[in-house]
């Protein structure tokens, strides 16, 4: 076993990196894809359930990528982006983009909004960012952005919880 949140001579019981997976699959997330744009015509997304609201005033969320993600260069660089949360049914797009694919957004319905970003069509809500804060957290980058602009649709949204993608509300 190795000790993960475990420091030299720290008498905590170890635990191991699947141990942490799993605890940490019990909290359902949301599901969402953050885009920006990587230069002329060209944009980055990635599905990421480590999103979250951090502030009202001023409006903030986070998420967060991984350091060892190609996509990372491009959002690092990025002075807007936006945040496409998804509905019930765009598992298989949270699928793509969580996957290495030659053009993610090839045949994927968007339009441009203020940041320059993709506004995935079928969203439920969707989340234009100005970069706020970056900080390095562990083997990650947490990103913080205030948000600009906001519109919401209609339906249930995309929930990861255990492994597996579900289903939470009905949009009312």
Known sequence: ?????RAAGDDRPAFDERQFRDALAQFATGVTIVCTRAGPGRYVGFTANSFNSVSLAPPLVLWSLARRSASLAAFEA???YAVNVLSAGQAELARRFSRPHADRFAGVGHRLGWSDAPLIDGCVAWLECRHHARHAAGDHIVFIG???TVERAKGGALVFHQGRF???GDGA
């Open 1 to 5: 076993m190795s000790s993960l949140g």
């Open 78 to 80: 990025a002075d807007r």
């Open 146 to 148: 205030e948000v600009v």
């Open 166 to 168: 579900g289903q939470v």
